[in-house]
């Protein structure tokens, strides 16, 4: 079995500010890892993706995430943040022996001006 | 079409009727997934198809579900006697393949409201 946690509901960050949501994984091998953005009425957006090598991976709109393997996490992070970032992020894994994503609850980020 | 489609974006149906929801994936693309999105939660796996046949339909509440691909490409997703608990946004999502790590692509999703 799969599964992913987004501990956090919410996360309130300053314009400019470091961000960070957090996601945990479960799954029986090495996973795959996604990060999707839903913006107001919109469907998800890829952001990024894990699959192997380099444990820091970039994606769009300035968005990165950390690989953390004895942690089990896949951490979202962005160095300054922006209004225009305040949306519903989900954290998405899927066993290589699967075909399918499942996917955490999600964490609303708000970024204030 | 340049992205996944999905026809109509809001369906509001009366308990106990039937509805259908389209999805029409990005050209190319064998693999196919309905997801269904209640207010607050993640997306939840519905069904999953490689090509024109159903390859993992776990997801699927009951029997009032269902859904077909039949010359692999377009997808509709049928629901019969529909209940309030039904009432959700259903997502339909496609990539290239159902391996290698490739990111699957979402639709807009229908909303789906049974009064």
């Known amino acids: 079995a799969q599964s992913v946690a987004q501990p956090e509901d919410q996360v309130n960050v300053a314009e400019g500010n470091p961000l960070t949501v957090k996601c945990t994984y479960s799954?029986?091998?090495?996973?795959?890892l996604f990060w999707y953005v839903q913006y107001p009425n919109r469907g998800l957006q890829f952001l990024l993706k894990y699959i192997t090598g380099d444990n820091l991976v970039k994606g769009s709109y300035g968005f990165e995430a950390e690989f953390n393997k004895s942690q089990t996490s896949f951490h979202l992070k962005k160095p300054s943040a922006l209004v225009s970032d305040s949306a519903l992020y989900f954290c998405a894994v899927r066993d290589p022996g699967y075909s399918t994503l499942t996917f955490g609850k999600g964490t609303m980020l708000l970024v204030s001006p | 079409g340049a992205g996944v489609s999905q026809t109509p974006s809001n369906k509001v149906t009366e308990k106990g009727k039937y509805v259908e929801l389209r999805c029409d994936p990005i050209?190319?693309?064998?693999?196919l997934y309905w997801y269904r999105q209640s207010l607050g939660q993640g997306p939840e796996f519905l069904i999953y198809?490689?090509?024109?046949?159903?390859?993992?339909d776990s997801g699927l509440p009951n029997d009032r579900f269902f859904a077909v691909r039949p010359e692999g490409s377009v997808s509709t997703l049928k629901i019969q006697r529909t209940e309030r608990g039904d009432s959700a946004v259903y997502l339909c999502?496609?990539?290239?393949?159902?391996?290698?790590?490739?990111?699957?692509?979402f639709g807009q999703g229908t909303r789906l409201t049974v009064v």
């Open positions: 799954v029986s091998g090495n996973p795959y």
């Open positions: 198809f490689q090509g024109t046949g159903a390859a993992d």
């Open positions: 999502a496609s990539s290239l393949t159902a391996g290698q790590g490739g990111e699957a692509f």
């Open positions: 050209s190319g693309h064998t693999a």
